[in-house]
């Protein structure tokens, strides 16, 4: 059974930082891409970050270029999201997923076949 489980969500002021953290239990994770998604209220789903999983190949949505780096350690089948100099846009529900791409980084949601349960990220104004 595949297991995604996000943490490291939380209140933080604009202009602060958060570190997110996802550990994927029951498949090949280092076979896998693995993307970060949010969702905020009354809004789809949105890509922000995808990873290749070799980790030498990245892909950011353009309003988080400089301020977020994704990064992966497939000994420890951990996927992170650094996040920095974060906005009030930045509020919402983050995901964790996995791709099963061989080549690109996919940015659209059905592309991605196992999500975690999501984690809160708050900024305040």
């Known amino acids: 059974q595949v297991q995604l489980v996000e943490s490291g969500g939380g209140l933080v002021q604009a202009g602060g930082s958060l570190r997110l953290s996802c550990v994927a239990s029951?498949?090949?994770?280092?076979?896998?891409?693995m993307g970060w998604f949010r969702q905020a209220p009354g809004k789809e789903r949105e890509f922000i970050a995808g990873i290749h999983r070799s980790g030498l190949s990245t892909s950011y949505k353009d309003s988080v270029k400089g301020r977020f780096t994704i990064s992966r350690d497939n000994a420890k089948n951990t996927v992170y999201l650094q996040m920095d100099s974060l906005k009030p846009e930045d509020t919402a529900v983050y995901y964790c997923?996995?791709?099963?791409?061989?080549?690109?980084?996919?940015?659209?949601?059905?592309?991605?076949?196992?999500w975690g349960q999501g984690t809160q990220v708050t900024v305040s104004s």
């Open positions: 029951g498949l090949t994770f280092s076979a896998y891409v």
């Open positions: 997923a996995t791709s099963p791409s061989r080549v690109t980084i996919p940015m659209g949601p059905p592309a991605y076949d196992n």
